[in-house]
């Protein structure tokens, strides 16, 4: 049973950083892509970022493009998701995601495409 379980979330100043953890545990981290997602109050759950199994390959979406960071470290079974200069539009539940199947390179960016889900972190980003 693959489990996901986030950190590192909480209050920060607009323009402060964040850096969110997610350690997974329950197969073989390294043969899967991860994902993180977002969802804000009244909205649906928003792709954030992707990386591929070794990491050399990521994406973002457009709103968080040169502020996000999205990496991995498969010796601590770890997907990180560093924050930088956070808007109040960042305040959101942070959720990382890991999909049944192995994709070869980006994981999807529809939450459908994910089978495993954290409990979420909750970033809030004050004005």
């Known amino acids: 049973q693959v489990q996901l379980v986030e950190s590192g979330g909480g209050l920060v100043q607009a323009g402060g950083s964040l850096r969110l953890s997610c350690a997974a545990s329950g197969r073989t981290f390294s043969s899967y892509a991860m994902g993180w997602f977002r969802q804000a109050p009244g909205k649906e759950r928003e792709f954030v970022a992707t990386?591929?199994?070794?990491?050399?390959?990521?994406e973002y979406v457009d709103s968080v493009k040169g502020r996000f960071t999205i990496s991995r470290d498969n010796d601590k079974n770890t997907v990180y998701l560093q924050m930088n200069s956070l808007k109040p539009e960042d305040t959101a539940v942070y959720y990382c995601a890991a999909p049944l199947r192995s994709y070869y390179g980006l994981g999807p960016k529809l939450a459908s495409g994910y089978d495993y889900w954290g409990q979420g972190t909750q970033v809030t980003v004050a004005s």
């Open positions: 990386i591929s199994r070794i990491g050399g390959l990521t």
